[in-house]
């Protein structure tokens, strides 16, 4: 070896290396608490009804026995009856009642109380 070879000199070379780490740390408080809020509302609905219409007819007909009430296709018919005194007693028809149904919707506001809940958050006794 060469007296150039015994004046080499090592120089290491050093790098720092920085980790973080975490920690949980309270930083405040929190209160959460909720109110109700109510309000009057009308509220739309629609309610059916039926009606019924009564009609009188004249009849003025002859029967042997009491007729029953009967159906003409929505129509109720009611016979009524009378005795009348001729030289023998007979049955007459003198009046039909008719029944009709008379179906309608009707629209109506109906006055309603309703709820709404809210949350409200303090922080240090200040609300967010």
């Known amino acids: 070896m060469t007296e150039a070879d015994d004046q080499k000199t090592t ?3 050093i790098e720092e290396v ?6 949980i740390v309270e930083s405040g408080h929190v209160r959460v608490r909720t109110v109700v809020e109510e309000g009057t509302h009308d509220v739309a609905a629609q309610l059916a009804r039926e009606d019924i219409q009564i009609e009188r007819r004249v009849v003025e007909r002859e029967v ?4 029953a009430p009967y159906y003409e296709g929505e129509l109720l018919i009611i016979p009524i009856i009378e005795e009348r005194a001729i ?3 007979r049955l007459f028809v003198v009046e039909e009642v008719v029944v009709r149904r008379v179906a ?3 629209d ?4 309603t109380t309703l709820r709404k809940m809210r949350a409200v958050v303090e922080r240090d006794g200040d609300q967010v």
């Open 11 to 13: 120089v290491p070379i």
């Open 18 to 23: 920085a980790t973080v780490s975490k920690r």
């Open 64 to 67: 042997s026995a009491a007729p």
């Open 87 to 89: 030289v023998e007693t």
């Open 104 to 106: 309608r919707i009707e």
């Open 108 to 111: 109506v506001q109906v006055p």
